[in-house]
């Protein structure tokens, strides 16, 4: 029903920004709470940020909360993830993923749509 596609992922120095886009297709995303989780190598699948589907309200995981900034635009379909002060920690493959959930979901098995991921690699 939805296609998910994450980009803007890449190689940063610690201390550097990235923003990460996730583009969908198939439908609109006006009806979708969206999150984005990362994975390192031999670890589960972490919660990073949720927004609802108008954007009203985001969550953080405490880890990145004061550095990365989650936002929406419905009208285009497109989701972010502004990363900033980036650190050695945030090595991960980066998920967006979207449910029909109204609210902040911060657990990985309640969002049905799931992106196929970018890799995002800070160095020290």
């Known amino acids: 029903q939805v296609q998910l596609v994450e980009s803007g992922g890449g190689l940063v120095q610690a201390g550097g920004s990235l923003r990460l886009s996730c583009a969908a297709s198939?439908?609109?995303?006006?009806?979708?709470?969206m999150g984005w989780f990362r994975q390192a190598p031999g670890k589960e699948r972490e919660f990073v940020a949720a927004?609802?589907?108008?954007?009203?309200?985001?969550s953080y995981a405490d880890s990145v909360k004061g550095r990365f900034t989650i936002s929406r635009d419905n009208a285009k379909n497109m989701m972010y993830l502004q990363m900033n002060s980036l650190k050695p920690e945030d090595t991960a493959v980066y998920y967006c993923?979207?449910?029909?959930?109204?609210?902040?979901?911060?657990?990985?098995?309640?969002?049905?749509?799931w992106g196929q991921g970018t890799q995002v690699t800070v160095s020290s």
């Open positions: 993923a979207a449910g029909l959930a109204r609210g902040i979901v911060v657990v990985a098995a309640p969002y049905a749509y």
């Open positions: 198939g439908r609109t995303l006006s009806t979708y709470g």
């Open positions: 927004i609802t589907w108008s954007g009203g309200s985001t």
